[in-house]
């Protein structure tokens, strides 16, 4: 027998084994979000290329400058400059220019004013990259949704594969890259960046990290102001806590997280207008767009229109969201996911204008297309759930078109985005 004592010179001096370090793989729940995101913004590319053709030069006298603000393009312009179409070019005045106030004794004020309505954190994150590497805006806007999107998909993707597996979480990706508006993911809009923060928001909720989902319900509440229905998902994941096993039940510092969470979710609502009232004072009332000021929004309009069965029926239609997020084929999503299912359109109905583009607002309704994929609740999955995902995704390709090529690209007879 060798001991330490009698062990050999040789056997002392033998060189270790070699320490084998593991590369980073990309794992499924990696690369199937990233690689769905980028073959839909190709195909959106390919698409917003042709469609671009028959966009008219701006501005245009007919069009009272609704499509033009900071630059002038020709007719057909070509894909970079499509890019900034629609709000897109206030979010290139404030990446290139940045928030500024009207000169004293100024009269025509309404665009420097304006510019204030959109919150800083997509703008200024292009800036960023404006700054750092000199690349047009163009470039540095796709640069930037790229990657945000790509993270925005990879979380809803682990979201969604811890609740209810794999092939929910493909679908739902699959579903939100190729929705009618999906579009927005990659040109001069703040979708991509909002996408990233709120499903990571829901993430940090799931797996109850509540003082770091607070960091980004911030950063969110200065991206998009949507952030007041997260405190009903906070509120939503609180109570099935609560009534779930005792061992899972909230110590006291999580109490505390959910607390200062759901209180900076609503808060989170009027950040940027506070602080736009801080800058530009009570002389402009710019604090925010006018949709957000209106009062109970889609309610109060249908009710001027139509009477008390105009909110009833929209009413009905959020309580159908309700009954539908209990289901087992929305449910098992997840408390985040299904909550946010009705309580964020109830937010967009209460706060906005009725106007077309709730098509944009409802992109980030995320498992609303879900309800018309046929998913498996248990066992495999069976050749009718993917061709039922395909025809949805068809289908919902289809209607990205129509809206690319009659609402996104201007022409004399478009229709609002």
């Known amino acids: 027998m060798t001991t330490a004592s009698t062990a050999t010179p040789a056997a002392r001096l033998e060189p270790a084994a070699p320490v084998v370090r593991s590369r980073w793989r990309p794992t499924r729940a990696t690369w199937v979000p990233v690689l769905v995101f980028l073959v839909s913004r190709i195909v959106d590319g390919i ?11 701006l501005p245009d006298p007919a069009l009272q400058r609704l499509a033009a603000v900071d630059h002038a393009t020709p007719a057909d ?4 400059e499509l890019v900034s179409n629609w709000d897109g070019q206030w979010y290139q005045f404030l990446a290139t220019q940045g928030y500024h106030l009207p000169a004293p ?25 404006l700054e750092t590497t000199g690349v047009p805006f163009p470039v540095a806007v ?3 949704n790229l990657v945000a999107g790509a993270v925005g998909m990879t979380l809803l993707y682990r979201l969604v594969d811890r609740t209810a597996g794999a092939f929910a979480a493909t679908s739902l990706v699959a579903l939100t890259c190729f929705a009618p508006t999906a579009l927005l993911f990659q040109v001069a809009y703040s979708e991509s960046l909002a996408l990233a923060l709120l499903c990571a ?44 096993p005792a061992d899972s039940r909230p110590s006291r510092r999580e109490w505390s997280g959910m607390a200062a969470l759901g209180l900076a979710s609503v808060a989170g609502a009027f950040l940027w207008a ?45 309580l159908v969201l309700v009954l539908v997020s209990r289901t087992p084929r929305i449910a098992g999503l997840g408390v985040e996911l299904s909550t946010w299912l009705w309580c964020y359109p109830l937010y967009i109905f209460g706060v906005t204008e009725i106007h077309t583009g709730i098509l944009r607002y409802l992109l980030l309704c995320l498992p609303l297309p879900m309800l018309f994929v046929l998913r498996p609740l248990t066992g495999r999955v069976r ?4 061709a039922s995902l395909a025809v949805v ?9 129509w809206w690319i090529s009659q609402s996104f690209v201007v022409t004399r007879d478009f229709i609002m985005p």
């Open 201 to 244: 928001v829901l993430l940090l909720v799931h797996r109850r990290r509540y003082w770091w989902a607070l960091v980004a319900v911030v950063a969110l509440a200065l991206t998009r102001v949507i952030t007041a229905p997260l405190a009903v998902v906070v509120a939503a994941h609180a109570w099935s806590r609560f009534r779930g």
């Open 393 to 401: 995704c068809l289908v919902s390709l289809g209607l990205q078109v």
């Open 383 to 386: 050749p009718h759930h993917v």
């Open 142 to 144: 796709t640069l930037v």
């Open 105 to 129: 004794g100024a009269t025509n004020t309404a665009d420097v004013l304006w510019s204030w309505a959109f919150p800083p954190g997509f703008p200024m994150t292009v800036r960023v990259l």
């Open 47 to 57: 698409v917003l290329a042709v469609a671009g053709h028959r966009q008219i030069a």
């Open 274 to 318: 506070f602080v736009v009232g801080l800058a530009v004072g009570e002389q402009t009332g710019a604090t925010t767009r006018p949709g957000m000021l209106s009062k109970l929004g889609w309610f109060s309009r249908l009710g001027a229109e139509f009477g008390i069965g105009g909110p009833v029926v929209l009413a009905g239609i959020i």
């Open 77 to 80: 312009p070509g894909y970079l």
